[in-house]
């Protein structure tokens, strides 16, 4: 029995790898500013509360927000998820549906001592880029008719290391170091009307390489009024960090039918840097400790000393996310009933985006809610569900409306201990 509980995490870690291999995020033209679309760092369980847990802490789940709060899980903890989205864009007149799924993250924590000391690593993507924008334009200098494409695919993953560690019963200190990595890979086509076997390109592809730092703090006080009532203040701050980067373009002149007749190199992995700007999140959060908890985030993202690649577009500004939300477990030991073991969550989240777009704000708001089913001991499978609008036609040219779906898995066990035998 403890043999397949072993390996059940790796079967499933096996089955999120496959599926990201065939993943793709769904296309939007809003990802083709900057660096693209910024995850956040919430997990299913988080999803489903309209995106908050900086000061959410939870000994069943791992919090990704604030390393601070991985000292409530006392047991190893390994986390996977899978995205899917159905998102429809429209100028006005047309509109397009677009469907993706892809693997969201994968998470282990372990208690180096338990209570005071628990480490995590992890893989999640940081940003995607996916868009296809076509449009009819004039030749530079000229009344020549063109048919311009530009499309843009690929994003930023990271790797991270967190640990969270308890300072006393009230205050607890986390760090995490991200290393970030992978390619945005860009390309401007230019058909000519009149021509109908050739057309030019400039392609663009930017590696990404480079370390993140940021760190939390958490406040907890337990057992007030006398009853089992807990209120819970996180903080997080990331540092300002300037990323390696390398930056390839040609141009190229293709056939119609695909292949590249002729090319010439016009950056060959040029050196350089993209600094990603400090920002910050505060939390709060109050309830009843295996029964129900109300909360509320808010983070500030002040890009205006974001500094991109060369091929970046767009006007740098001050963003923010925020979300509340709300979770309830009607009896978390009732072993007769189960769904009251099931915990229910609500919640709503309200976003700006760090860049404007069509020289206008760009935000993005939308309703959540989930649920976590227990599958045996204290490990879950998670579900979280945004519906949602991102930007308005008549302010960014374009409107999304988007239905999300986050799926996730919890396993729970003792790792690491020696057992004794009479």
């Known amino acids: ?29 809003f990802s083709k500013f900057g660096i693209g679309d910024i995850y956040g760092s919430g997990l299913a369980q988080n999803q489903g509360m309209g995106g908050i847990g900086i000061s959410n802490p939870n000994s069943s789940y791992l ?4 390393p601070a709060l991985l000292v409530f899980n006392r047991i190893t903890v390994f986390q996977g998820g899978l995205q899917a989205e159905n998102r ?28 005071k000391w628990t480490t995590s690593v992890g893989l999640t993507p940081y940003s995607h880029v996916n868009y296809n924008i076509s449009y009819s334009d004039l030749a530079s200098g000229s009344n020549i008719p063109i048919n311009r494409q530009e499309t843009g695919t690929g994003g930023i993953n990271q790797f991270f290391w967190s640990n969270g560690v308890t300072i006393n019963k009230y205050l607890s200190l986390g760090a995490r170091a991200s290393y970030l990595f992978s390619s945005i890979v860009t390309q ?109 985030d808010f983070t500030y993202l002040d890009f205006r000393t974001f500094n991109g690649f060369t091929n970046s577009i767009g006007i740098p500004t001050i963003g923010f996310r925020s979300g509340v939300g709300f979770e309830f477990i009607p009896d978390i030991f009732d072993y007769s009933n189960y769904f009251n073991r099931i915990t229910y969550r609500i919640g709503a989240a309200y976003e700006k985006s760090p860049y404007l777009v069509n020289g206008n704000t760009l935000m993005d708001q939308g309703a959540t809610f989930g649920f976590s089913l227990p599958v045996g001991g204290w490990s879950t499978v998670d579900l979280g569900i945004k519906v949602g609008k991102r930007g308005v036609v008549l302010r960014n040219l374009i409107e999304e409306n988007y239905f999300r779906v986050y799926f996730g898995i919890t396993f729970n066990d003792r790792w690491f201990i020696k057992r004794k035998f009479d």
Do not use: E
């Open 1 to 29: 029995m403890h043999c397949y509980k072993r390996v059940f995490p790796s079967i499933l870690l096996l089955f999120f790898v496959a599926l990201a291999a065939k993943a793709q995020v769904a296309s939007s033209p």
């Open 63 to 66: 919090n990704n927000q604030n």
């Open 88 to 115: 429809k864009a429209t100028d006005g007149t047309t509109t397009q549906s677009f469907f993706s799924a892809n693997l969201n993250y994968l998470a282990i924590g372990l208690p180096v001592i338990p209570g």
């Open 188 to 296: 401007d086509i230019n058909k000519f009307v009149s021509s109908s076997s050739t057309y030019a390109s400039v392609y663009v592809r930017d590696y990404f390489h480079g370390l993140n730092f940021s760190g939390g703090i958490s406040f907890h006080k337990d057992s007030l009024f006398k009853k089992n009532y807990r209120i819970n203040i996180g903080a997080v701050y990331s540092l300002k960090s300037d990323i390696n980067t390398q930056h390839f373009s040609r141009y190229q002149l293709n056939s119609i039918t695909g292949p590249i007749l002729d090319s010439a190199t016009i950056d060959n992995n040029l050196g350089g840097k993209m600094t990603l700007p400090k920002n910050f999140g505060v939390g709060l959060s109050f309830g009843k400790v295996d029964k129900w908890t109300a909360g509320a």
